[in-house]
């Protein structure tokens, strides 16, 4: 379980910006966390507590969901693949797309990288409606391996994100739920 101690270090140190990018989104900005190395360090503890041993590989989302995850990997000893947003990465690759509040959009992720049968944590900064999410674990399935947990900073419950991830029977975990 999260310590108190964390989840207050976090709210006071994530700040909210009201209808940034867009009027009525309040956006999370994760960015001072980086100026604070010991509170870096004990969010990566905090996730790694609740994936040690318990996964083969890291998937992380671009781009917020590198940050952490990268060191994640590292503190676990296991290896890290980026899900990159679409046209970033050279061939052979796979794409994924979602649909967004007003359009689509695609995921990619190299073809190969991922074992059939491997366990994976999918990790990103900030679960909203789950889309993302989603996307990335569509990208996991189809290479034969296994979603076995979510982790996530930020959920934002209104948004209902945690139900659509439902059906992958995987565990999930947020440090901070606003
Ligand atoms: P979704 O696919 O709706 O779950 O959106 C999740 C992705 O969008 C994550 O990669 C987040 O970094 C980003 N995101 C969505 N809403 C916010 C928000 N309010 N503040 C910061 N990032 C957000």
Redesign the pocket.
């Known amino acids: 379980m999260t310590s108190k101690n964390l989840v207050q270090k976090l709210e006071a140190t994530i700040q909210n910006i009201p209808d940034f990018p867009k009027p009525g ?4 900005d994760i960015s001072p966390i980086f100026l604070d190395p010991t509170l870096y360090k004990e969010v990566i503890d905090e996730l790694a507590h609740f994936s040690r041993n318990k996964i083969d590989v890291i998937c992380g ?1 671009e781009s ?2 590198f940050l952490f995850g990268i060191a994640l990997a590292a503190k676990l000893e296991v290896p890290f693949i980026l899900i990159r947003k679409k046209g970033k990465l050279p061939p052979p690759f796979i794409s994924q797309g979602y649909d967004l509040e007003y359009g689509s959009s695609e995921i990619e992720m190299k073809a190969g990288q991922l074992k059939p049968g491997q366990k994976v944590l999918i990790h ?10 989603e996307a990335a674990a569509k990208l996991v399935e189809s290479q034969g391996a296994c979603v076995s947990q979510f982790s996530f900073l930020i959920s ?1 419950e209104d ?1 209902k ?1 945690s139900e659509r991830l439902k059906s992958y029977n995987a565990e999930i975990y947020k440090i901070l739920s606003y």
């Open positions: 989104i309040q956006f999370k989302i917020r969901g990103d900064d900030l679960l909203a409606t789950g889309g993302t999410t934002l948004l994100g």
